[in-house]
């Protein structure tokens, strides 16, 4: 995995209590941007050393990989993604810690992970019900948004095109286009442009776009204080299902 570039960005300060909730094996540190118009959620593993903040994702041995039932669509779709080899571009758990997160904060969220060896993928969710995911997933452009997939395959030379001709079901809310589009040529194409629309900004935020990474951090104005990585097994078991 490349430059990658992980967070959970937010557009109002959110309350710190409903984040004690997270897994004892989930640290995190919240940030602001200079105008305090925007904050970000830095998820990563809990009693892990890092240098820098936004460049690891978070654990998932206490994230549930299923999708829920209200995204059975997208679920269909991961399976195809499974058997083309492309589900590691598909972050089901990435997924469900944004539906976990929007509903505990009570907040839309915009959750991104990206890279520049493939991975561009983004989810914003708000009160638990997720509103728009778009990804890339080898020559597929996916695109979730209130109940309808679309899935624009490209064009890309040297590259044998996956199939997903028998996805298309209208019905279900899944759309496969025609492949006449070739991909973006730009570092976290898709983060940088989704992300950028989420917080209303004038540019990419957290360096996204440019492999000179920020020009400016973020204040950190609160975090976990997790010393030990020792789960607490009601902890776990409650934290799913009060989140």
């Known amino acids: ?114 890279d520049d060896d493939g991975l561009d993928f983004v989810c914003v969710s708000s009160n638990g019900e997720l509103q728009k995911l778009r990804c890339v997933c080898g020559d597929l452009d996916i695109t979730y948004e209130l109940g309808t997939v679309i899935i624009q395959p490209l064009l890309i030379d040297g590259v044998k ?16 286009l025609s492949r006449n589009i070739t991909p973006s040529s730009l570092l976290h194409a898709v983060a940088s442009a989704e992300t950028t629309r989420f917080l209303q900004a004038e540019r990419p935020p957290l360096g996204l776009g440019s492999f000179e990474g920020m020009e400016v951090a973020p204040i950190t104005i609160a975090g976990s204080e997790i010393v030990s990585l020792a789960p607490k097994v009601v902890a776990q078991k409650t934290w799913w299902k009060r989140w």
């Open 161 to 176: 095109g996956t199939d997903v001709s028998s996805l298309h079901d209208p019905e279900s809310g899944i759309h496969v």
């Open 1 to 114: 995995m490349g430059y990658l570039v992980v967070a959970h960005a937010m557009n109002v300060r959110p309350e710190l209590k409903p984040l004690s909730t997270l897994p004892m094996s989930i640290g995190w540190s919240l940030h602001q941007d200079e105008s305090a118009t925007s904050f970000y959620l830095d998820t990563f593993k809990a009693g892990e050393e890092r240098k820098w903040p936004f460049t690891s994702m978070p654990p998932t041995k206490d994230v549930p990989l299923e999708l829920p039932q209200e995204l059975a669509a997208l679920s269909r779709i991961y399976k195809v993604l499974k058997d083309a080899q492309l589900a590691d571009y598909f972050k089901r758990a990435f997924l469900n810690v944004n539906l976990a997160l929007s509903k505990s904060l009570q907040l839309p969220v915009c959750s991104f992970c990206t």
